[in-house]
C-alpha cells in the first residue's frame, strides 16, 4: 500500500522532491489540512500563517524547476517551538506577557533554516518560557498525548513532539534546559536530539536559563533528526557560547559502522522509581548492542541524585535574571489598572506571568538572596563542577552511558499540576545531560502494556554526536518503532 504524504520521514519527502513525484506545496498543503483537521485536539500549534508556508512552499518548487535547490531539506515542512525567533512572526514564549509581542528579528537557527530553504510550517505550543514538564503551563491552551489525547505529550517542548508524532509536521525544532526535547520525545515515540552545550547557537533563543539551553531536533527517524541538526549545528559569532568547532556530516554518520563500542549502565537509573514496564524494554536494547559485539559495563554515577536539587537552584536562579526584563514598560504586556512606574512593574508582571513561572521565579530570588547565595546557589555550582568531572571521568571508561530517557511513560493529564514538585523529578535521567553540557538523544524502545511509548536515552562525552547517531541509527535499522505512528483522527493503520 503507497503511504499518504503524513507518513513519510522528512527524507522520502526530500526523495520525492527530487524525482518530480511531490512538490513542496502539495506537502504543504497536506500538511495544513492535518493541522486543521487533528490540531483541535491535539493543541500542538499556536500559530500558523497559511498564506506564508505557502509562500515558501512556491518559493521552494520553483527553485527546483531552475535547478537550484539550497539543501536536502528545501522544500521540506519544519515547525519551531514558540521560543525561537521569527522575524515578523509571534513570539510569545507562551506567556501572557508576550501575547501580542512579534520578534523584529530571526534568530540564528532561523536564519540557517531560511538558508537550507526550509519551510517554516508555524509556531509550537510549550510551557511557559519552557517552565514544565508537561505543556500544561502554557497560557493559551493544553497539548495533548497523540498516542492517548487523555496523557500529556511532555514538556517544555511538548508542542514540537506532538507535532511530529501526529504528523501534522515531518520534523520540528524545540529546547532542552534539563530535559525539554528528550523527555516529551520519549512521551510521544519520536526521535529527539540535545546537542552538546555550544553546539547550536542561543542566539534569538528567549532564554530561560542560559548555561543549560540549547535548541536541538524532534523526528520520526534518527537520519531525519540529523539532517535537520546538520543544517543548524556550528559557530555563531553573536552566541559566545557557541563553539567554533567543524560540524561533522551527521547524517552520513547514520549510516556508519561504530565498530564495538564500551556502553556503560550507570546504576543510579535503574534504581527505585524507575518503571517495570519500562525497565523491561531498556534493559532489551541493551541486550541487543551486546549482541551487536558492543560491551555492556556497568558503571556508578553517584551525584546523579544531587541532579534535580542542583538544576532547580541554577535554572531558577538563571530564569530570575533572564525574566527580569519582562517589566512592562519596554515591551511585552502593560497593566492597564497600574498607577504609576512601580505599580506597572508589579501589575504587569503579576496578570502576565503564570504561576509555575511566577513560582521558579521566587525560588530563583531566594536562592540568589543575601544570607542565601552562597548556602544555596554557589554550593550548587560546585557540585555541578564534581557532577560533570564525574561524567567526564565515566567517558574515560565508556564510549556511551545508556539510560531510561524518563522513569514511566507519559502520565495522565492533570497530574503533574496535582504535585508540582513531583513533576521536576519527571527530568530526573534528562537533567544531568544539561547540567554537564553532553550530548543526549532519545528515541522509541518499546510500549508499555497501555499503548504508549517508551524513550531510550543515549549520553556521549561533549561533541560526540556523531557517535550517538551511529549508534542509535544501528539500533532504529533493527528495530520497527521508528515505523510506528499515533493513530489519530480515524488515521489507518
Not at 124 to 129: A, G, H
Not at 177 to 201: E, L, M, W
Not at 206 to 224: E, F, H, K, M, N
Not at 319 to 324: D, V
Request: hydrophobic share 40%.
Amino acid at each position: 500500500m503507497e503511504k499518504s504524504l503524513y507518513q513519510l520521514t522528512a527524507l522520502e519527502m526530500s526523495g520525492a522532491l527530487t524525482s518530480g513525484n511531490i512538490s513542496s506545496e502539495r506537502l504543504v498543503l497536506d500538511c495544513l489540512e492535518r493541522i486543521r483537521t487533528l490540531d483541535e485536539s491535539v493543541g500542538a500549534f499556536l500559530h500558523v500563517d497559511e498564506a506564508s508556508i505557502l509562500a515558501q512552499a512556491r518559493a521552494s518548487d520553483q527553485r527546483r524547476l531552475q535547478g537550484a535547490t539550497l539543501s536536502t531539506l528545501d522544500g521540506v515542512p519544519v515547525a519551531l517551538k514558540d521560543v525561537i525567533a521569527v522575524a515578523g512572526e509571534p513570539l510569545t514564549c507562551a506567556s501572557r506577557i508576550l501575547e501580542n509581542y512579534k520578534s523584529p528579528y530571526d534568530a540564528h537557527v532561523t536564519k540557517l533554516l531560511k538558508a537550507a530553504g526550509v519551510v517554516l510550517c508555524g509556531r509550537l505550543n510549550m510551557d511557559e518560557f519552557a517552565m514544565g514538564s508537561a505543556t500544561e503551563n502554557s497560557a493559551f491552551k493544553r497539548t495533548a498525548n497523540p498516542w492517548n489525547l487523555k496523557h500529556s505529550p511532555g514538556g517544555s517542548s511538548g508542542g514540537s513532539a506532538a507535532a511530529v508524532a501526529a504528523g501534522m509536521v515531518p520534523m520540528s525544532l524545540g529546547s532542552d534546559t534539563g530535559g525539554s526535547i528528550r523527555q516529551p520525545a520519549a512521551f510521544c515515540g519520536v526521535v529527539g536530539i540535545k546537542p552538546s552545550y555550544g553546539r547550536v547557537s542561543r542566539f534569538g533563543l528567549a532564554a530561560y536559563a542560559s548555561s543549560l539551553d540549547q535548541i536541538g531536533p524532534l523526528a520520526r527517524t534518527v537520519r531525519d533528526a540529523a539532517a535537520l541538526l546538520q543544517i543548524i549545528a556550528g559557530a555563531d559569532p553573536k552566541d559566545s557560547t557557541c563553539m567554533r568547532r567543524d560540524v561533522p556530516d551527521y547524517l552520513a554518520e547514520t549510516m556508519r559502522d561504530p565498530g564495538c563500542l564500551r556502553i556503560g549502565l550507570p546504576a543510579e537509573f535503574f534504581a527505585e522509581g524507575l518503571d517495570a514496564e519500562v525497565r523491561k524494554s531498556v534493559l532489551e536494547a541493551a541486550d541487543f548492542f551486546a549482541k551487536q559485539g558492543h560491551e555492556i559495563v556497568d558503571i556508578q554515577l553517584p551525584l546523579t541524585k544531587l541532579a534535580v536539587p542542583v538544576y532547580y537552584i541554577i535554572a531558577t536562579a538563571e530564569a530570575t535574571s533572564n525574566l527580569a526584563r519582562y517589566d512592562g514598560i519596554r515591551y511585552g504586556h502593560r497593566s492597564d489598572i497600574a498607577v504609576d512606574a512601580i505599580d506597572i512593574y508589579y501589575k504587569s508582571r503579576g496578570e502576565g506571568f503564570g504561576e509555575e513561572v511566577k513560582r521558579r521565579i521566587m525560588l530563583g530570588n531566594f536562592v540568589l538572596s543575601s544570607g542565601y547565595y552562597d548556602a544555596w546557589y554557589v554550593r550548587a555550582q560546585k557540585v555541578r563542577t564534581l557532577l560533570r568531572a564525574e561524567y567526564m571521568n565515566a567517558f574515560d571508561k565508556v564510549d556511551l552511558i545508556l539510560t531510561p530517557t524518563t522513569p514511566g511513560a507519559a502520565l495522565r493529564q492533570g497530574e503533574h499540576r496535582e504535585d508540582p514538585l513531583q513533576s521536576y523529578l519527571e527530568d530526573v535521567y534528562t537533567i544531568p545531560a544539561n547540567l554537564a553540557g553532553l550530548p543526549g538523544i532519545s528515541l522509541p524502545c518499546g510500549f508499555v502494556a497501555s499503548g504508549l511509548p517508551v524513550g531510550l536515552q543515549l549520553l556521549a562525552a561533549p561533541f560526540a554526536e556523531d557517535r550517538l547517531l551511529q549508534v542509535a541509527s544501528q539500533y532504529e535499522r533493527a528495530h520497527r518503532f521508528a515505523g510506528l505512528r499515533a493513530r489519530i483522527g480515524g488515521d489507518e493503520q
